[in-house]
Nanobody
Framework: QAQLSESGGGLAEVGGSLRLSCAVS????????MGWFRQAPGKEREFVAAITTGGRISYADSVKGRFNISRDNDKREMYLEMNSLKSEDSAVYYC??????????????????WGQGTQVTVSS
């Protein structure tokens, strides 16, 4: 079992930056692959970024070069550094964890645990 809790959302200007954190409560945090997803009003939840136990990383094309995902297993946290924000980045951002830690996947269905989400609003 794992419990996830996001923080760091809020209001940012176009071109600005925000850093999201995901606190993970689990027995073996290092064993989980982790991911970030987002959902804008009226749209389906979509993949943003993922990181495996071995540090392999994947990004959605829409955020590649602007967002950075990282994790600190000792602190039981995962992060999403968001730079050069665009209005279309506005969404509720969710962190997720999957038991199969070596698997780098963008599929929502592959993730076993989810946080409650944090709102990110980018204003122009």
């Amino acid at each position: 079992q794992a419990q996830l809790s996001e923080s760091g959302g809020g209001l940012a200007e176009v071109g600005g930056s925000l850093r999201l954190s995901c606190a993970v409560s689990a027995r073996n945090v290092a064993g989980y692959a982790m991911g970030w997803f987002r959902q804008a009003p009226g749209k389906e939840r979509e993949f943003v970024a993922a990181i495996t136990t071995g540090g392999r990383i994947s990004y959605a094309d829409s955020v590649k070069g602007r967002f950075n995902i990282s994790r600190d297993n000792d602190k039981r946290e995962m992060y999403l550094e968001m730079n050069s924000l665009k209005s279309e980045d506005s969404a509720v951002y969710y962190c997720a964890a999957k038991i199969v830690g070596w698997d780098l996947t963008s599929s929502l269905d592959a993730y076993d645990y989810w946080g409650q989400g944090t709102q990110v609003t980018v204003s122009s």
